[in-house]
């Protein structure tokens, strides 16, 4: 009878298992957030869901949200969740859960939360649940924009970090964020949140490292820490550079023409009576000085500009002139006279005559009655 000879094969290499690097993980995170009898708010939720999505994954999520409908006796939920395929279970609702099922306390808003992301789960599997009518939408408490910048965070470094569970360390931040959209403020707090890793990671290659540190991670090989290192250096360097890249453009100041700006500006073209014309009300945008004359009040104004950008306008209002060198002048029963020497006048002379004048009122408005003499 003849016997079959079985082939020998070569020893293979062992590598590190699932085991050996949860062990590794559990050395760096700690053991699950102790939330017995707590209140978990804000500013530790974050932490805690910080553990969960390095530490836990979609199939973990499904259990957690199945325990909390179990220990609520929602027996139907519990058939529906069934249904719901893995890409779906929401992180958030696992976490959530989780916490209270381990005894947490969660207050109103993440209550809601917790069972608007159970309702989202269910609807993609296109079933009802026994707590919410389809028609009507659950009244969820306003949420602030910190606690969606974090809840946004939160779902994208657990999404990364499954995606490091199946890829190992070859992913590329840098096309996360852009295939995302992740904004230029989230990317800085993703890198933060991988920062420690990477420290980490970085110190066990060194000659620094401490025997307890390097006894954690005595399963990976030499060129494993290294290649580790480098993956986790590369995160921060892509948070950086997408922030870099995203930051806002500055925006160009709208320039507005001097027809729009003028457009509501009224002044009197012409006066027959004192034998004067305005000029083009286009020489007042950014002129240092500016005299007018009102017709009627038989005033004259002197506007001196403050700055280097001149005098401007609003409506019919003059703007950007000094409160304390600007004046309007009567000029009375020798009007022609003074007119006569705004105009043609030097600047001496007319410094002397309207340091013989009285002041009045400013007439920092133009109208129909207002004669723009010189700038």
Same mark, same amino acid.
């Given at each position: 009878m003849a016997v079959a000879k079985l082939k020998s094969s070569k020893p293979k290499k062992v590598r590190a298992g699932k085991t050996v690097q949860r062990i590794a993980d559990l050395k760096y995170m700690g053991d699950e957030p102790d939330v017995k009898g707590k209140i978990v708010n804000d500013i530790n939720l974050?932490?805690?869901?910080?553990?969960?999505?390095?530490?836990?994954?979609?199939?973990?999520?499904?259990?957690y949200v199945e325990a909390y409908l179990k220990a609520n006796k929602r027996n139907d939920d519990i058939k529906t969740l069934k249904r719901v395929p893995e890409t779906w279970v929401n992180l958030q609702a696992g976490w959530l859960a989780r916490i209270l099922t381990r005894g947490? $306390? =969660?207050?109103?808003?993440? @209550?809601?939360?917790?069972?608007?992301? *159970?309702?989202?789960?269910?609807?993609?599997?296109?079933?009802?649940?026994?707590?919410?009518?389809?028609?009507?939408?659950?009244?969820?408490?306003?949420?602030? *924009?910190?606690?969606?910048? &974090?809840?946004?965070?939160?779902?994208?470094?657990g999404e990364f970090d499954e995606a490091i569970d199946k890829n190992g360390w070859t992913l590329s931040m840098y096309d996360w964020l852009q295939q995302k959209q992740i904004p230029a403020n989230q990317a800085k707090i993703v890198a933060e949140f991988f920062r420690p890793i990477a420290?980490?990671?970085?110190? =066990? $290659?060194?000659?620094?490292? #401490?025997?307890?540190?390097?006894?954690?991670?005595?399963?990976?090989?030499?060129?494993?820490?290294?290649?580790?290192?480098?993956?986790y250096a590369s995160i921060l360097a892509d948070c950086d550079r997408h922030?870099?890249?995203? &930051?806002?453009?500055?925006?160009?100041?709208?320039?507005?023409?001097?027809?729009?700006? =003028?457009?509501?500006?009224?002044?009197?073209?012409?006066?027959? #009576?004192?034998?004067?014309?305005?000029?083009?009300?286009?020489?007042?945008?950014?002129?240092?000085?500016?005299?007018?004359?009102?017709?009627?009040y038989k005033t004259l104004t002197h506007f001196v500009a403050v700055g280097k950008s001149g005098l401007d306008v609003k409506g019919a209002t003059i703007l950007n002139y000094d409160e304390e060198k600007s004046k309007t002048y009567r000029?009375?029963?020798?009007?022609?006279?003074? $007119?006569?020497?705004?105009?043609?006048?030097?600047?001496?002379?007319?410094?002397? @005559?309207?340091?013989? =004048?009285?002041?009045?009122?400013?007439?920092?408005?133009?109208?129909?009655?207002?004669?723009?003499l010189k700038v």
């Open positions: 974050t932490r805690v869901f910080n553990w969960y999505n390095y530490m836990c994954s979609r199939v973990d999520a499904r259990e947490g $306390i =969660l207050n109103d808003i993440y @209550m809601a939360k917790l069972e608007l992301r *159970i309702k989202e789960m269910f609807t993609k599997a296109g079933a009802k649940t026994e707590t919410t009518d389809e028609d009507k939408k659950p009244e969820l408490p306003k949420v602030n *924009i910190q606690d969606r910048i &974090k809840d946004k965070v939160s779902e994208f470094i420290e980490e990671a970085a110190l =066990l $290659i060194s000659r620094n490292a #401490d025997s307890g540190l390097k006894e954690g991670y005595s399963s990976f090989t030499s060129a494993q820490l290294k290649q580790r290192a480098a993956f922030s870099s890249n995203k &930051k806002p453009a500055i925006r160009k100041k709208k320039v507005i023409t001097p027809d729009k700006k =003028l457009q509501s500006f009224k002044f009197q073209q012409e006066s027959k #009576d004192f034998k004067v014309v305005s000029i083009n009300p286009e020489k007042v945008l950014g002129a240092e000085e500016l005299v007018t004359f009102n017709t009627r000029i009375g029963r020798k009007t022609e006279e003074h $007119i006569e020497i705004a105009l043609r006048g030097g600047k001496r002379a007319f410094g002397k @005559m309207i340091a013989s =004048l009285k002041t009045c009122v400013l007439q920092h408005r133009v109208n129909e009655n207002t004669i723009l």
